[in-house]
Each structure stands twice: as structure tokens, then as C-alpha cells.
């Protein structure tokens, strides 16, 4: 598989589960706009086979490298940067949950799904496959998400982009990420305001925006229907280092405010 194949089948995954992000494209390519993808997302869980190192290894067959790491104490969190020798494929940021930080009951809940997980030798479809364990009931579900959203999304929707990126940089009609959150805004798309709209700016050389994640009815192990958040679309306007080369990596602070677009 080449990256442009990977990245065609994660999109394709991705907008099953984000309807509004097929949506917000096409008015963007409606008003004549160059819509490129910055990056994309995924999540996982650490020590198992879909951890950090097995992303790394998986990625790195269609040229991914790692570049940089990040840590989020207070969501018990560790991250990874990838880019591609080509400067214009999209980079992709991963995390990982550190299953250890978690109280105990919480730990066997995640340990119970991993001990089913089908995936013994991940591959480059496995990441946008969705669940590669069995369906978890609405409790361990509640039990996960209020100790950590982020496990409890991980739990729920399993392998597959967490968010695609619009790279404003590209764009020709909104050159600014406050014209990008006005145009959504007037169209009624829900926006991420932890932290304020914009998350970053010139002065970390990386500014970021994002919708809140659709929701979907899902069907749990125990019979019980109850919606879920599923996946969201972030803008993102990068800004030129002394050095005049534009900045290609993350900020900490902007992306501990973005995880939150998945919260209930």
C-alpha cells in the first residue's frame, strides 16, 4: 500500500464517521478553496499491540518517521509526531493512553478488551478498521470515560483517524483561522471553546481550531443505545520559525485543548 492509497481509505473511514466533515470540505471547494490536508490523528492504547511503537513500525512502510514527542500528564498521555520525506504528505500525530496511570478498576476494563483484541500484528488497514475488540458494555463504557474521555472514545470507536486537518495555510479566500471559525460559525458548526476558539498563535508558530465531534446512537454489548462521540475536523495555520521554515511540529498546550473535542 502507497500513501496515497492509506490516506484515501482512512478518509473514506473517517467521513462514515464524520459526516460533517464531507460537508465543510465541499463548501470550502464550493467558494473555489484548496483544501490539503495538515495532519491526521490517531489514538491508542499503550503496552498492546497497537501501541506507539506498533504505529511506528506499521507507518514506517509507507515512509513515516518519528520527529518529536509530547507528554500529557494530566490526561495520562504520551504522543509522537511522524512526517514523511516529502514535504507536502501530511503529518500525523499519534497518542497513547498509559493504561498504568489509571485506578484499578478502570485498568481490568481496558485489560479485559485488550485480552480480545483480534490484532496480533497490526498492519496499515488495521488502523482504520474501527473496534479490534468486542463491543464494551454501557458501564465499563460510563466507568472508562469518567476517569478518561479519551479511553472511553478509544473504547467505543478503536482504530481510525481521531480528525483530519484543513491546512489554512493552503486556503485562498479564509487566510485567517478567525475568518475560518466565522465561516463555520454562520453555518452552525459547533466549535471547540476550551481555551478559546483559537488554540496557539504566532507566538508558538501554530494556531488551532476544531469542530466538536459528531455523535452517533451506539449499540452497546448490553443491549443499551446511547450516543457517542465519534470524530471532528480541525483547521490548523502554521507560522514561519527565525529561521523562515515554516514550523512542522505540535504544541502541547494547543493539542491538550483539542483532545477535548471528543468530550461528552
Not at 478488551?113 to 479490534?132: E, F, M, V
Not at 454489548?221 to 450516543?227: I, K, L, S, V
Request: charged residues 20%; contains cysteine; proline residues 5%.
Amino acid at each position: 500500500m502507497n500513501q496515497n492509497t492509506f490516506f484515501n481509505e482512512l478518509w473514506a473511514s473517517y467521513t462514515q464517521h464524520t459526516p460533517q466533515a464531507l460537508t465543510i470540505e465541499r463548501l470550502f471547494l464550493e467558494r473555489g478553496e484548496v483544501v490539503v490536508n495538515d495532519h491526521v490523528a490517531f489514538r491508542t492504547f499503550d503496552q498492546s499491540p497497537i501501541d506507539l511503537d506498533s504505529l511506528c513500525r506499521v507507518l514506517s512502510q509507507i515512509g513515516y518517521h518519528p520527529f518529536a514527542h509530547y507528554d500529557f500528564p494530566d490526561k495520562h498521555l504520551n504522543a509522537i509526531a511522524l512526517r514523511a520525506d516529502d514535504p507536502l504528505a501530511p503529518k500525523i500525530f499519534a497518542s497513547e493512553l498509559r493504561r498504568a496511570e489509571l485506578p484499578h478498576k478502570q485498568q481490568q476494563i481496558i485489560e479485559q478488551l485488550l485480552a480480545q483484541c483480534h490484532i496480533t500484528d497490526l498492519s496499515l488497514r488495521d488502523l482504520y478498521r474501527g473496534l479490534a475488540w468486542p463491543t464494551p458494555s454501557h458501564a465499563d463504557y460510563l466507568s472508562l470515560a469518567a476517569e478518561s474521555e479519551y479511553a472511553g472514545w478509544l473504547a467505543t470507536m478503536g482504530l481510525t483517524a481521531n480528525h483530519f486537518t484543513v491546512s489554512v495555510n493552503h486556503l485562498k479566500g479564509l487566510s485567517a483561522l478567525q475568518e475560518v471559525n466565522r465561516f463555520l460559525l454562520d453555518r452552525d458548526f459547533a466549535l471547540n471553546q476550551v481555551g478559546g476558539l483559537i488554540k496557539g498563535g504566532s507566538e508558538v508558530y501554530l494556531a488551532q481550531s476544531s469542530t466538536l465531534a459528531d455523535r452517533r446512537p451506539y449499540l452497546f454489548a448490553c443491549g443499551t443505545e446511547a450516543e457517542v462521540p465519534t470524530c471532528f475536523y480541525e483547521f490548523a495555520l502554521r507560522y514561519p520559525l527565525p529561521s523562515g521554515i515554516l514550523f512542522e511540529g505540535f504544541v502541547a498546550g494547543n493539542a491538550n485543548q483539542i483532545f477535548d473535542s471528543t468530550h461528552r
